[in-house]
């Protein structure tokens, strides 16, 4: 069975590699959008994971900064500083607003710094990140996309802010994070005694949540990983069913390229199929060489896609550079499985019209 | 003793509605080991129909096929299956050799279940005068070696009984007598029963009974010059 079915995968050079390619390009569609989809939600929690607190305090019905936003007086700080339980408080503000960049309206999200430096830039490429007054620290996407450099102004509601850092980490696609002083968060912002969030440390944070639970029943108390978790959901939410249909488009396409070659191979061959039927081969054994030739045929488009992958997203970078990527072992090994189960699937097309090969054929000249 | 019984067998095709042909009508046959049968007959006649059933290719209408004592109408699809791998050997007017593989793959793929067969096709190519064209492709090769191909193909699984349809059809007079050769040998040496459906009258000079098939229906039977040529062929 090996043999006919390599023999006859090979022995059509043009057609193994229109098969290969068709292959290598559904897999090459499905790693690509996968990996969007990780690098979305990896990149949506990179900068707020970032942010050194145990616990986000907010205000009940509230649980991420672009949905379910939350508004709590400034002076509540005052209370919670004044817990034992609690080590540390900082405050958090921050909203997405529209600035015009050579007069196009971009989103640009606004944080504003804190003294006790929970919040950082993800990653400092150049620069300060560390915001005084009039001052802004932006992420390099925003910077690249619109072609600024460290020392140029941009204005947010009204007010000149001068780049003194670029930071990477904080692209999340629609919008990025930029990091501002307190003052001018509150200023741009319009929070003039109002926080978005508390920033809560603590010994045992989860000690400290079930006091804080008890003391303020009113508001809501978050653990790290669920405020992070929450803003990721976001992705999943919003972007996980169309990843997931472009995904099945991808699949299906991969299963029609297998099969049609695998089909036209068994209607092309369908008289060797009939002389191996002849000479005592089962529709079992004939079935295994379509399935074999089906499963190398997908083991190499996976091969070829999974190698050009990497390169079709640098090309895409390089095209949109807030285009991110990423892809673990996971997301291959899934595709990977993804691809047998196309072959699989795919050699079952041509099963009907084996069965029906009638062997006395051969005895046509 | 019969290696294989054809007894009474008709076939009647249904043509289109409510009309029947009937292309094999109560044709009977016994086959002996070593026996060379040369089925002849005109275009149409039905011998080709009559050996497709003897291959358990085709199902008769009525009457049953015998091939050591067993009756194959019972058999399932996939016993019959297996009966023709290790019981029958086909050899085809048109070759019939997968284009992909090269001659000593032909032969190997036909010894489906065969214990050591890559050396055993090597042997039979090289029996058969092929040693120098084991991995050619079919293209590469002359119909004469086309159609040896063909004949190791059917004798790598050591079958009893050769079916061949017009094995010289194809070949000029040098091959059609090479393969005519071979074919009196199969069946004198190693005692396997050959068939034969072919137009060619040189066959007859190889085989033991010659059996004329006209309209479905068997007319005549008569022997062949096989005692005649076999002598030649030692001498």
Known sequence: MWLIALRNLFGEKGRLVITVGGVAFAVMLILVLLGLYVGWE??????????????????AGSGDISHRVSILPSALGTELESKTYIKQVSTFIGRQVGIEIGGVEKPLFIIGSDEAKFITPYRL???????????????????????????????????????????SGGNIMVSSYTIVSQEDAREVLGLKDAVNYFLIRADDPSGAMTKLEEDFSQLKIMPRQEFLDNNAAIVKDNFLPIIGVLTLIAFAVGIAVIGLTIFTAVIEKSREYGVLKAIGYGNGQLFGIALIQALIAGVLGFALGYGLTPLVARIAKSFEPSFIYELGVREISTVFVATILMSIIASLLPLRRLLKIDPAQVFKA | MAILEAKNISKSFNTGTHTEVDAVSNVSLSVEAGDIILIMGPSGSGKTTFLTMLGGLLRPSSGEIFINDQSIEQLSVDRLTKLRRDHLGFIFQSFNLLENLCAWEN??????GAKNRKSKAIELLKRLGLEDRMHQKPRQLSGGERQRVAIARALINNPPIILADEPTANLDSKN????????????????????????????????????????????????GQHQKYCQHHKS
């Open chain 1, 42 to 59: 990896r990149q949506m929690t990179k900068f707020l994971g970032n942010i050194s607190a145990d616990l986000w305090v907010g205000q």
């Open chain 2, 176 to 223: 059609g007598f090479e393969v005519t050769r071979l074919l009196c040998e199969i069946a004198c040496q190693e005692q396997k029963a050959v068939i034969i459906v072919s137009h060619d009258e040189r066959l007859k000079r190889v085989a033991k009974r010659v059996i004329i098939i006209e309209d479905g229906r068997l007319v005549k039977e008569e022997l």
């Open chain 2, 107 to 112: 032969v190997y793929v036909g010894g489906l």
């Open chain 1, 125 to 167: 490429e150049r620069g300060s990140g560390q915001p005084q007054k009039g001052e802004i620290v932006v992420d390099e996407v925003f910077v690249n996309k619109n072609k600024l450099e460290l020392g140029d102004s941009i204005t947010v509601a009204g007010k000149s802010l001068k780049i003194v850092g670029v930071a």
